[in-house]
């Protein structure tokens, strides 16, 4: 066998190789939530009951000055508790909040991030405030990042075998 129909084997056979163990790795699970204007405040839904939930906070980063960063923070009051669905400024019951929530600017980004116990981060999802104005026309649905606006029964969907979406507190373990 001569050198360069060797080099061209053991090419192919390498790129073969490396290709095999990309695809027979699976991607890592979408974590989603949903996020739509209840009048004038934002609501919160995590897609389906989450146990062990300790803190909650939403913020929208601003630019200087008057409009710096605005922020919303809720607690649980007995270290954790469950969580589905939460309007921003009327805690849940088992929650306490930290202040009013506060006038959210119409335009830039809203993160939620949500915390165990201990302050690990169950999830953390960030939408465009310029989406969530289309509320009004989407009633009964929630505003899914990278998905659009989908109902219940569309977020379910999310989380079947192949879409690869779960709720963040469902996403399945390898």
């Known amino acids: 066998m001569s050198l360069t129909r060797l080099g061209v084997t053991t090419a192919a056979v390498l790129s073969a190789g490396l290709l095999a163990g990309c695809w027979s790795s699976p991607a890592e699970p979408m974590v989603v939530a949903g ?19 300790g803190q909650v906070t939403v913020e929208v980063p601003g630019k200087s000055g008057a409009d710096a960063e605005h922020t919303w923070t809720m607690t ?21 909040a930290d202040a009013p929530a506060p006038d959210w600017p119409p335009e830039g980004t809203v993160r939620v991030q949500v915390r165990d116990d201990d302050g690990g981060v169950l999830g953390s999802h960030l939408w ?11 009633p009964g649905e929630w505003y899914a990042e990278g998905h659009g606006w989908v109902d219940e029964e569309g977020f379910a969907e999310l989380a079947d075998e192949g879409a690869g979406s779960h709720p963040f507190c469902e996403v399945p373990q390898r």
Do not use: N
């Open 76 to 96: 649980a009051q007995e270290g954790s508790s469950s969580l589905e669905t939460f309007v921003v400024g009327d805690p849940p019951s088992g929650f306490v």
């Open 35 to 53: 996020l739509r204007m209840a009048g004038e405040q934002l609501e919160y839904w995590a897609g389906t009951q989450c146990p062990g939930v």
């Open 128 to 138: 465009s405030l310029g989406s969530l104005a289309e509320s009004g026309d989407h």
